[in-house]
């Protein structure tokens, strides 16, 4: 009996030190991101060659309109494209649900934030926080104070362009010397920006004479904009007004609704921003809106994300970074054989949806990888 004790005690240790052998084997391939060391990603940062779980929140402060599912598409498709769990939250326009979101993004322990149009002292110190945390943080058109703190890049549409590309062309037109109505609402950054080119261009043409302005940020800025502008045509016999300065594609579109049911189409719109909704309104017969300036929301959020993912990587990223704007014309849309959308705009501006800013060759091996 005793030596049948002894010869299972010999056995069952064999057996262990066997099981303990492969179970370190399988370990030490696991940190490759898999159970064999041919299943960790090659020719892509350290970060994501084992497939480890990489989670972005995108928090937005302003929403509801079509600028903005555009950008939350491209952050999302890009970060998805990549492998990365993406989740996007609109706030659409309320603060405390903003910062609520931001707060519980850092308590949650993502990996990185984008966030949108924080125009506040409480987004510099909710991103301090992030950044103490770990988290990577990419802002667009949010406080310039944010360049100031370690990591951050701000990222913006070039304001400055695209005021200056849609005033230009409405000094062009009117040769100096037109009566405005000028749309725009204080207290965010873009809107800042944009407000600081129009005031030089109404300094240099002394012949720009604004005869009223509105602004509102809300849930249904379009609507309370049409109402606006309803009003003051009211105040304004036909020959009057000459053009409408529109900084916002929510406020073009509603001066576009309220000058059609008016009638007036002697009156034209000077607008910034483009989405699907506002080429549609562009492209209608008679329509008023002549030109928008614009940067493709979608390949905003792309870029975003890409930036977002060069700092995950422990590459380097700017502080600051302008996306190039663009002149969009109704004449040009209407001249085509079908409707311009979002999707073919690039067959009428050149250049338009596309751009290798911040693309990396090993975003694109990652890519091919989860497109499998």
């Known amino acids: 009996m005793k030596k049948n004790k002894w010869w299972k005690s010999v056995v069952a240790a ?5 099981l303990a052998g492969c179970g370190a084997g399988e370990e030490s391939t696991g940190e490759q991101g898999g159970g064999t060391e041919s299943s960790a990603i090659e020719g892509v940062p350290e970060r994501f060659a084992g497939g ?110 695209l005021a200056t590309l849609a005033l230009d062309q409405l000094v062009e037109d009117f040769n100096g010397e037109a009566n405005i109505i000028y749309l725009w609402v204080d207290g965010f950054p ?11 261009v109404l300094a240099a043409n002394p012949g720009l004479n604004e005869l009223e302005r509105f602004g509102v940020a809300s849930e249904d800025t379009s609507t309370q904009t049409q109402n606006a502008v309803a009003a003051m045509l009211n105040k304004y016999p036909e020959g009057e007004i000459d053009a409408i300065f529109a900084t916002w594609d929510a406020f073009a579109i509603g001066a576009a609704r309220a000058l059609e049911e008016a009638g007036r189409d002697e009156i034209t719109i000077y607008g910034i921003d483009v989405s699907n909704a506002d080429l549609q309104v562009m492209q209608q017969e008679n329509s008023t809106w002549s030109y928008t300036a614009a940067v493709d929301p979608k390949l905003i959020g792309a870029i975003n994300l890409r930036i977002l993912a060069k700092k995950l990587a422990g590459e380097e990223t700017p502080p600051t970074y302008d996306l190039e704007a663009s002149l969009i014309s109704r004449e040009s849309l209407v001249g085509g054989s079908e409707p311009v959308n979002m999707v073919n705009l690039a067959d009428v501006i050149e250049g338009w949806g596309t751009s290798d800013a911040f693309e990396e060759e090993w975003m694109t091996i990652l890519k091919e990888h989860h497109n499998q």
């Not at 064999?14 to 066997?18: E, I, P």
């Not at 873009?190 to 407000?195: A, E, Y």
């Open 14 to 18: 064999a057996l262990a030190v066997t």
């Open 52 to 161: 480890e779980e990489t989670k972005i929140r995108v928090i937005r402060k302003i929403g509801g309109d079509d600028h903005t599912a555009q950008y939350l598409a491209g952050v999302k498709e890009e970060g998805e494209s990549l492998g990365f769990d993406v989740d996007v939250f609109t706030a659409n326009g309320d603060t405390a649900r903003y910062h609520d979101a931001i707060s519980q993004a850092i308590d949650a322990g993502v990996d990185g934030l984008i966030l949108s149009h924080g125009d506040d002292a409480a987004t510099y110190d909710a991103v301090e926080r992030a950044r103490e945390a770990g988290i990577e943080v990419v802002a667009f058109d949010s406080i310039a104070e944010l360049e100031e703190i370690e990591g951050v890049t701000l990222t913006s549409q070039d304001d400055e362009a």
């Open 190 to 200: 873009p809107m800042v920006r944009r407000n600081n080119v129009y005031q030089e």
